[in-house]
């Protein structure tokens, strides 16, 4: 059994420019093969080749097979180590696709060149939830964005666009469903807490997380709470898990309601 080794360094491994639908992508479209040369090694010395100094260097990644392009592009060490441990050189047709990329260098490859600075980049996600805000520029490429996003993050189900308009009492944003299940309940684990609400209904802000921290680790056990804007309870629950007698309030009857019920999930 012989496995092979490459390096990146020389290849274009850049996805292909995407001219297909926008919606639903035609993956197809992503194929990129390249010819390289590989490098065959017994697979008993394949630990030692991957992990060598000389050679480490020249390799993109822990795949089942590797393989190394130009030989001339070797160090001497490394071609001299490899002609010792392995079983010669060969052709190799490298296929890249659709799976290979990230979210990011796919939405490179499919907008047009004005967009491609300043294209979104990530998400901040909620439970199962991923939240983008786009602007006016990216809006006819939302589904496709939503698309990517929800193909390269597993534990991502829903993807959802921001819209403008923010309850002014509540607190809570519109949202359009840009990707996946129209599925807002979702359960967030926080400060060792787990948090179960609708996120088009309550407040909600991942992104606060430190200062949510930040507040529980500056009351100590035995100290009283008093959160009167309580949400869903991110700096109330882990508080009172903490040993801190809490009152807890909010006036939107939806907050309030997975306020009770995550204090008894996380009693
Ligand atoms: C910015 S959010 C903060 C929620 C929570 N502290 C958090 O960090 O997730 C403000 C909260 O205050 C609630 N609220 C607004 N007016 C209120 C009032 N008069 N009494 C109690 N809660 C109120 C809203 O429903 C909302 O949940």
Same mark, same amino acid.
């Given at each position: 059994?012989?496995?092979?080794?490459?390096?990146?360094?020389?290849?274009?491994?850049?996805?292909?420019?995407?001219?297909?639908?926008?919606?639903?992508?035609?993956?197809?479209?992503?194929?990129?093969?390249?010819?390289?040369?590989?490098?065959?090694?017994?697979?008993?010395?394949?630990?030692?080749?991957?992990?060598?100094?000389?050679?480490?260097?020249?390799?993109?990644?822990?795949?089942?097979?590797?393989?190394? $392009?130009?030989?001339?592009? &070797?160090?001497?060490?490394? +071609?001299?180590?490899?002609e010792s441990k !392995?079983?010669? /050189?060969?052709?190799?047709?490298?296929?890249?696709?659709?799976?290979?990329?990230?979210?990011?260098?796919?939405?490179?490859?499919?907008?047009?060149?004005?967009?491609?600075?300043?294209?979104?980049?990530?998400?901040?996600?909620?439970?199962? $939830?991923?939240?983008?805000? &786009?602007?006016?520029?990216? +809006?006819?490429?939302?589904?496709?964005? !939503?698309?990517? /996003?929800?193909?390269?993050?597993?534990?991502?189900?829903?993807?959802?666009?921001?819209?403008?308009?923010?309850?002014?009492?509540?607190?809570?944003?519109?949202?359009?469903?840009?990707?996946?299940?129209?599925?807002?309940?979702?359960?967030?684990?926080?400060?060792?807490?787990?948090?179960?609400?609708?996120?088009s209904r309550v407040?909600?802000?991942?992104?606060?997380?430190?200062?949510?921290?930040?507040?529980?680790?500056?009351?100590?056990?035995?100290?009283?709470?008093?959160?009167?804007?309580?949400?869903?309870?991110?700096?109330?629950?882990?508080?009172?898990?903490?040993?801190?007698?809490?009152?807890?309030?909010?006036?939107?009857?939806?907050?309030?309601?997975?306020?009770?019920?995550?204090?008894?999930?996380?009693?």
């Open positions: 059994m012989s496995r092979q080794l490459y390096s990146r360094s020389h290849l274009d491994t850049t996805p292909p420019k995407y001219n297909g639908p926008l919606h639903p992508l035609d993956k197809a479209v992503f194929q990129k093969s390249i010819p390289v040369l590989a490098a065959r090694v017994p697979a008993s010395q394949i630990a030692l080749i991957l992990h060598s100094e000389v050679t480490r260097k020249y390799l993109i990644d822990w795949y089942f097979w590797a393989c190394l $392009i130009k030989v001339a592009q &070797l160090s001497q060490e490394s +071609l001299e180590l490899l !392995g079983n010669g /050189f060969t052709e190799y047709n490298l296929v890249l696709d659709y799976d290979y990329w990230t979210a990011s260098e796919l939405l490179q490859a499919i907008l047009p060149e004005e967009l491609r600075e300043g294209a979104p980049v990530g998400f901040a996600a909620t439970g199962h $939830i991923a939240h983008v805000n &786009l602007n006016d520029d990216y +809006l006819s490429y939302k589904k496709t964005i !939503g698309q990517l /996003f929800l193909d390269k993050n597993k534990t991502i189900r829903t993807v959802v666009n921001k819209l403008d308009n923010i309850d002014t009492q509540f607190r809570f944003f519109q949202m359009e469903v840009i990707a996946g299940e129209p599925d807002f309940i979702v359960e967030h684990h926080e400060s060792d807490c787990r948090f179960t609400f609708d996120f407040y909600w802000n991942s992104r606060l997380h430190t200062e949510h921290d930040r507040i529980v680790q500056s009351v100590h056990p035995g100290e009283v709470l008093v959160d009167v804007f309580a949400g869903v309870g991110p700096f109330a629950i882990p508080a009172g898990k903490k040993g801190c007698a809490v009152m807890a309030n909010d006036l939107n009857p939806a907050s309030y309601m997975y306020l009770c019920q995550n204090i008894k999930d996380n009693e």
